[in-house]
């Protein structure tokens, strides 16, 4: 019960990560407030991680209106008392390519969500997390400290790249309030995102799907994908008083893929 009594805002909730973090909170006996752009993800999330309600709360939410941001805070304030940590799973990944074929356009609007996107959420939970300390969570990518040769997200990589490199300044400006941050890094990560990817290669390729999964596992110490639930169980360990003493860190959960 790694986090017992404890209130943690997750954004960014779908069917993947950020409903296995969700699942995790309310298992290790947290309450867990939930945000994202679709309501209906939201309530069916809630729904499945505590029928009873009682430790679950949700607004729809996106993290590139300010307002919207400190709307989520306040409701976690408002139903359950303080903020003790917040996760930032909201991201925009789906933009693929390289620096030939960048429309820097939309470069600017992946920047927005997943860089300015998450410091706004994180800014709108300061408040309450300065009144008893707290910890802050992000979700990164291996690739932004290396490239994968299957998929190339240039944009998604380097905006996840500079929020690892805010984190740094985040961990020493909130450090007196006994604020912590850190980032998860995964790479191939076993969830319908990967699901998807997985099976549309094999289905373009002619190959069947373990074959696929072969190609990906071939680099890693351990002979399987990380899934979305192991991410989530070294998210709920920095986010609980376990990790009271790590800031400024970067956890690669990756079945050993990369070693730093």
Same mark, same amino acid.
């Given at each position: 019960?790694? #986090? ?15 409903? &296995? ?12 407030? #939930?945000?994202?752009? *679709? ?88 408040p309450a997390l300065k009144e008893r300390g707290g910890s802050v969570v992000i979700i990164g990518t291996q690739s932004s400290v290396a490239a994968p040769s299957q998929v190339r997200q240039a944009a998604y990589a380097a905006s ?11 961990? &020493? ?5 006994r604020i912590r941050v850190n980032t998860v890094l995964p790479g191939w990560m076993w969830g319908p995102p990967v699901q998807g990817y997985v &099976? ?26 990380? *899934? ?20 400024? &860190? ?11």
């Open positions: 019960m790694l #986090l017992q009594g404890k209130t943690v805002i997750v954004s960014g909730v779908g069917a993947g990560l950020g409903h &296995q973090i969700a699942a995790a909170v309310v298992r290790d006996g947290g309450r867990a407030v #939930l945000g994202a752009r *679709t309501g209906a993800n939201l309530a069916k999330t809630a729904a499945e991680v505590d029928p009873s309600g009682a430790r679950t709360a949700h607004r729809a939410t996106d993290i590139t209106d300010e307002a919207q941001c400190t709307a989520l805070a306040r409701l976690a304030v408002e139903r359950f008392g303080a903020i003790d940590a917040v996760v930032h799973v909201a991201a925009w990944d789906g933009y693929f390519g390289g620096l030939e074929d960048a429309d820097f356009t939309t470069w600017q609007q992946v920047i927005d969500v997943n860089l300015l996107g998450t410091l706004r959420m994180t800014r709108a939970c300061l996840k790249g500079a929020l690892t490199s805010a984190m740094y300044s985040l961990a &020493q400006e909130l450090g007196p309030h &099976q549309f290669t094999a289905h373009t390729e002619g190959l069947a799907e373990s074959e696929v999964l072969d190609r990906l596992t071939e680099r890693m110490a351990l002979p399987e994908l990380a *899934t979305d639930g192991d991410v989530a169980e070294a998210v709920v360990f920095l986010a609980s008083d376990r990790a009271r003493a790590i800031t400024g &860190q970067s956890l690669l959960v990756n079945a050993g893929e990369l070693m730093r």
